[in-house]
């Protein structure tokens, strides 16, 4: 076996001639030894990635505000939504069902078959994998028509970021999806449709000589007979 910069296992062609070599030998074992370690080494910057410490001070405090205003009511909504969609009950948390990508891309391809290929259905616990199934889904959301400004970025949900822009990515999905003639559950409320209005050149310019409440009015109260300043005013 020899060693790869990634840290993973490969066979290592060994001539027939070397089998019985020593120093060939004490090579193959020193290189695995190093790639186990190195993966070993991996898998622990890993695990210390997934457990942080918590939250204090001003984070602790700007985490506090944002949950205040946490929409769990509309979580609520897209919770009972997905599930319906893909026909999968919700296990453990929000964040914990949706954070590997797989639901995620159950949703879009319900939604838009074909949007994810197969391959990345397949369970896993490596944090780049998950990543990159989130990185699908949102790329699917975006050729189906869901505005760049509407989409979570990855680390919004795999981090926990941001779970309420999440749930603002899903209500912008259906919303594209029934404007778009898809058949499913409803969510929220149909996306609006473009309303362009034509004005002619005469209602154009009749336009410009009303005056705006911004601007003030020339009714009601007014100094109308009062004198300048300083002056004497007669009374009665």
Wanted: charged letters at 25%; a neutral charge.
């Amino acid at each position: 076996l020899r060693r790869t910069g990634f840290g993973f296992l490969f066979p290592y062609k060994v001539e027939k001639s070397n089998l019985c070599c020593i120093k060939c030998i004490n090579r193959v074992v020193v290189d695995c030894s190093s790639s186990l370690h190195y993966f070993n080494n991996q898998l622990e910057h890993q695990n210390k990635m997934a457990h942080r410490a918590e939250k204090s001070g001003i984070a602790a405090d700007l985490e506090k505000k944002k949950m205040e205003v946490y929409p769990f009511e509309d979580e609520a909504k897209a919770i009972t939504w997905i599930e319906t969609v893909v026909d999968e009950k919700m296990e453990d948390n929000f964040h914990a069902w949706l954070k590997d990508g797989i639901v995620l891309c159950k949703l879009i391809n319900e939604i838009a078959p074909g949007s994810v290929a197969q391959k990345f259905f397949k369970p896993t616990t490596m944090p780049f994998k998950q990543m990159e199934r989130i990185g699908v889904f949102l790329d699917g959301a975006k050729k189906y028509g869901v505005s760049e400004k509407d989409c979570f970025v990855t680390l919004d949900l795999f981090e926990a970021n941001d779970l309420s822009q999440v749930i603002a990515t899903l209500f912008a999905l259906d919303r594209k999806a029934h404007k778009l003639g898809w058949d499913g559950p409803l969510l929220s409320p149909k996306e609006a449709d473009q309303n362009i209005r034509e004005f002619s050149e005469e209602t154009l310019a009749e336009g410009k000589k009303i005056i705006g409440l911004q601007a003030g009015s020339n009714t009601g109260a007014s100094q109308s007979g009062m004198g300048a300043p300083g002056t004497r005013r007669h009374i009665n």
